[in-house]
Nanobody, 126 residues
Framework: QVQLVESGGGLVQVGGSLKLSCEAS???????VGWFRQVPGKEREFVAA???????TYTDSVKGRFTISRDFAKSSVYLQMNTLKPEDTAVYYC?????????????????????WGQGTQVTVSS
């Protein structure tokens, strides 16, 4: 069983930056780690994912603004968020799986992930 703990959320102004962290503990580093976000009353949506080999996938709305990365030594995955917009406001969740997801579009699907963190709130104020 792996535990995922997110941190780094907070309140930021439009155009600002935040860096989210997801630390994995209790088991070897997952094969694929993703970031999702959810606004109250809406479905959770995919943001970005990174595989063991470092291959990244992003949803279109964050391409060029967000960067996902991982640090094996720190058992962590990061989401650097730049040029934040009000529509980025959400609870951000880290998710992980020990299964390979060979088809990149499948990495955006919630059901592919077995482990989830508790979430961290990101609020972008205008």
């Amino acid at each position: 069983q792996v535990q995922l703990v997110e941190s780094g959320g907070g309140l930021v102004q439009v155009g600002g930056s935040l860096k989210l962290s997801c630390e994995a503990s209790g088991r070897a580093f997952p094969i694929t780690v993703g970031w999702f976000r959810q606004v109250p009353g809406k479905e959770r949506e995919f943001v970005a994912a990174i595989t063991w080999s470092g291959t990244t996938t992003y949803t279109d709305s964050v391409k060029g603004r967000f960067t996902i990365s991982r640090d094996f030594a720190k058992s962590s995955v990061y989401l650097q968020m730049n040029t934040l917009k009000p529509e980025d406001t959400a609870v951000y969740y880290c998710a992980a799986t020990y299964d390979r997801i060979p088809n990149p579009p499948d990495r955006s699907q919630e059901q592919e992930y077995d482990y989830w963190g508790q979430g961290t709130q990101v609020t972008v104020s205008s």
